[in-house]
């Protein structure tokens, strides 16, 4: 966390996030917390998430603590769907982080592009730790706020020399496109047969509450990033293809309710054990990917010490370069 000194309070803005918190940073604090997390030095809390009965949002709690790197606190938010219509992000965030050792409250900092760049980050640590080191064709399945983010990340991890690309709302797509120009990269819309067949990596992305991708259009050595499936219900690829995947979560607890694994479970087809915290890959304990023709499968949920890991990093940077407001307590 930021050191404000005595009773002060760091205030980090939305827009100072955007200016001092890069991938390199985002998916450094990722990888290290999802060690932590396999550690069992770092842990969530049970998250909180209820339709508020007014404007339609949907508004909770995620948080936890990193005993490694020393954050604690909570990001609380939601989903106000009414908010485009104001010129504003649907999704709002605010991150509280709080001083350990006194439970001082220390900083307070935006949530919103946080949020983007380490999720973004999460399915880039898996790309690192399970994607066929020869990779070269990228696969997105989704064209929204989150899949900028995904493919920026994502093309840093391996020598991606095109991208293939398939959205529901097909008019979403060139937004994605023009991002794939701007990296000096070949961007094709393609259908998702196709896509399976072409592509070495692939980030699901979406909103989805049925399967995107089939088990049978993939390729074998292929490794699949489920980013979309973050609550009950929700659900991007065939649960044939999570059964003969080897299965990597960031949190086995939310994999299974709440994850692309909560519908293999449901079924009988996936197992519990059968799934391996990306962790214990980062800390050396599981080998990660056997053989070039597995299909390996990151299942991530978003966990809170993801948010926090990110809100500590940008705080310290703010407080380091002088952008953070100090508030007396
Ligand atoms: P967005 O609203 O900007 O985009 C939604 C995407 O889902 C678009 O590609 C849209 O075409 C697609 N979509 C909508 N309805 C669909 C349907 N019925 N079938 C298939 N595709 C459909 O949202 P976003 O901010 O890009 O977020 C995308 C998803 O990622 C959401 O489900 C969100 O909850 C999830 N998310 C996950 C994490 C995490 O940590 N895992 C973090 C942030 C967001």
Not at 203 to 227: N, Q, R, V, Y
Request: hydrophobic share 45%; charged share 20%.
């Amino acid at each position: 966390m930021g050191s404000a000194s005595g009773n002060e309070l760091l205030i980090v803005s939305e827009e100072i996030c955007q200016k001092i918190v890069g991938r390199g940073d985002a998916f450094k604090a990722v990888e290290s917390v999802f060690g932590a997390m396999s550690r069992k030095d770092a842990y969530n809390f049970p998250v909180v998430r209820e339709a508020i009965g007014h404007a339609d949002a949907l508004y909770g709690f995620k948080s936890g603590f990193d005993k490694a790197g020393m954050s604690l606190g909570v990001k609380s938010g939601g989903y106000w769907p009414g908010n485009m219509a104001k010129g504003l992000s649907n999704h709002q965030s605010t991150v509280f982080l709080f001083d350990p050792d006194t439970g001082r409250l220390g900083a307070l900092v935006g949530g919103n592009y946080l949020t983007a760049v380490r999720t973004a980050a999460a399915s880039a640590v898996s790309i690192a730790h399970l994607a066929r080191k020869d990779s070269k064709v990228l696969g997105m399945v989704g064209a929204g706020h989150q899949s900028q983010f995904q493919l920026r990340a994502a093309v840093e991890q391996r020598d991606i020399e095109k991208v293939v690309a398939w959205n529901f709302h097909p008019e979403m797509l060139p937004k994605l496109g023009a991002v794939a120009e701007e990296l000096g990269l070949p961007f094709e819309t393609v259908e998702r047969e196709q896509l399976g067949a072409e592509a070495d990596v692939i980030i699901t992305i979406t909103s989805a509450f049925e399967p995107l991708m089939m088990k049978d259009w993939i390729k074998p050595g292929t490794h699949i990033a489920c980013m979309g499936t973050d609550t009950k219900g929700k659900q991007e690829v065939d649960v044939a293809l999570v059964a003969a995947a080897s299965v990597f979560t960031d949190e086995i607890a939310q994999s299974i309710s709440i994850g692309e694994a909560q519908h293999a479970i449901a079924a009988g087809t996936l197992k519990e054990a059968d799934i391996t915290p990306i962790g214990e890959v980062i800390n050396g304990n599981h080998k990660g990917r056997s053989s070039d023709d597995e299909i390996t499968l990151f299942d991530g949920t978003g966990v809170g010490l993801q948010d926090l890991a990110v809100a500590s990093v940008a705080a310290k940077l703010a407080d380091e370069q002088g952008l953070a407001k100090r508030v007396a307590l």
